[in-house]
C-alpha cells in the first residue's frame, strides 16, 4: 500500500499568502502572527508586496514564518484606468532558505513601514512587464535563486487561458484565495488547476487567505505533512507535495492500494477524482467519511503517459472543499 498523503504524525496548518504593514496589510506582524496563532495555525509566510521579507522573531516552538514576497507583474504605470480594468500576474515566492533575501526588482517605493525590510533586501534589475515572457524569465531566475514560486488568484487577475498556459516553473497554484471570494471573486480556481496539469505542468496546489484585514484569517489555509516543524523540513515537505489544500474538510488518509484509491476525511457531501484522461469518478451522498476508486481501467488506459495524474476533490455540505494536488503515474 502506498500513503499518497504521508502517514506524519503532525499535518502543520500554513498560511501561504498574508500581508502586514510592512506593504498594504491593517495588522503588523505581530498582529498577523498573533491572529494565526489563536486559529490554529503553525506556519506562516508573511508575503507583502514588492519587498522580500524575513521574520525570524516571530518564530518559536509552535510557530515558523517563511521568507516570501508577493510579486505583482504590472508596468510601472500600473494605474488607474489600467489597474481598474487591466490583466496582472501576481506570484508568491517562498524562500528555501530563510536568509534569502533576493528579489526579481527594486521596491516599488521605500516607506517608513517597509524601510527596514528594503534595507535588508537585494534585488536585481529586471524589469515588471505585464507578460507572460517576463513572467517566465523571473520564474526560471526565482528558481535558480532558490524559491518555491505559486501562481496567485488568476480570477482577480483577470487571466484566461492564453495567459497562463505558456508559465512554466510554477511550484504551486493558489486554488482558492479567502479575501477575494469574500470579496466577491470567484477565486476558486480548480479550472486553472486541470488546465495547468493537462498541459504537462507538474504543480502542487494551496489554498490562501491572502489577508489585509483580521477578517479573512483562517478562512482557507494548507496542511503540511512534515516531519517536525523546522524550516528545511517543511520546505522538503512542500516541495514534495505531502500537503493538501482546504477551506473546510480534513483529509485524514489517502492511499492506494493496488488499483484501489481510498480517502477517509471530514464528513462531505461529494468526494471527486479527476484525472488527465476521460476519466473521472465520484460518490456522494449524506456525511461520507470515505471513497473508495477502482482505478484499474485507468491504469492500464494511461501507461506510459508521463502527464497521466488523478487528484482528488471533497466537498462538504457547506460548500467548503479540499483538494488534493495531482498525483502522476509514475510516482505511483
Ligand atoms: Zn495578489
Ligand atoms: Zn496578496
Known amino acids: 500500500m502506498k500513503y499518497l498523503l504521508p502517514p506524519v504524525e503532525n499535518y502543520y496548518k500554513a498560511s501561504l499568502h498574508t500581508h502586514s504593514t510592512v506593504s498594504d496589510g491593517k495588522m503588523t506582524p505581530e498582529e498577523v502572527k498573533a491572529h494565526y496563532k489563536a486559529a490554529g495555525f503553525s506556519i506562516l509566510a508573511l508575503t ?29 504605470d500600473y494605474a488607474p484606468p489600467a489597474s481598474f480594468f487591466g490583466q496582472t500576474y501576481h506570484f508568491n515566492l517562498i524562500a528555501k532558505d530563510p536568509g534569502n533575501l533576493w528579489q526579481p526588482y527594486p521596491p516599488k ?27 517566465n524569465e523571473i520564474l526560471q531566475r526565482a528558481k535558480e535563486e532558490g524559491f518555491l514560486a505559486i501562481y496567485n488568484h488568476p480570477t482577480w487577475s483577470k487571466q484566461r487561458y492564453p495567459d497562463y498556459a505558456p508559465l512554466k516553473g510554477l511550484w504551486a497554484l493558489e486554488i482558492r484565495n479567502t479575501h477575494n471570494v469574500l470579496n466577491g471573486f470567484d477565486d476558486n480556481n480548480h479550472r486553472v488547476y486541470q488546465d495547468l496539469l493537462e498541459l504537462g505542468n507538474r504543480l502542487a496546489v494551496v489554498a490562501c487567505d491572502d489577508t489585509h484585514r483580521p477578517h479573512t484569517v483562517g478562512g482557507s489555509w494548507t496542511m503540511i505533512g512534515a516531519k517536525e516543524l523546522t524550516y528545511p523540513a517543511v520546505i522538503e515537505a512542500m516541495e514534495r507535495g505531502d500537503l493538501y489544500a482546504t477551506c473546510g474538510p ?27 484522461a476521460r476519466f473521472a469518478k465520484r460518490v456522494a451522498g449524506d456525511d461520507i467519511t470515505e471513497g473508495e476508486f477502482d482505478l484499474s481501467v485507468w491504469l492500464q488506459k494511461s501507461a506510459g503517459d508521463p502527464n497521466a495524474f488523478f487528484r482528488l476533490t471533497v466537498t462538504a455540505a457547506d460548500g467548503t472543499y479540499a483538494a488534493t494536488r495531482a498525483y502522476f503515474l509514475d510516482e505511483l
Open 48 to 76: 507583502d508586496h514588492h519587498i522580500v521579507a524575513a521574520h525570524p522573531q516571530l518564530n518559536d516552538p509552535d510557530f515558523l514564518t517563511l521568507t516570501a514576497i508577493e510579486l505583482g507583474l504590472d508596468s510601472e
Open 250 to 276: 480534513a483529509i485524514h488518509s489517502l492511499t492506494l492500494d493496488g488499483e484501489m484509491l481510498k480517502i477517509t476525511c471530514d464528513p462531505a457531501v461529494q468526494i471527486t477524482v479527476q484525472t488527465q
Open 109 to 135: 517605493k521605500i516607506t517608513d513601514r517597509n524601510r527596514r525590510q528594503a534595507e535588508a533586501a537585494h534585488w536585481d534589475q529586471r524589469e515588471r512587464i505585464c507578460s507572460a515572457e517576463c513572467a
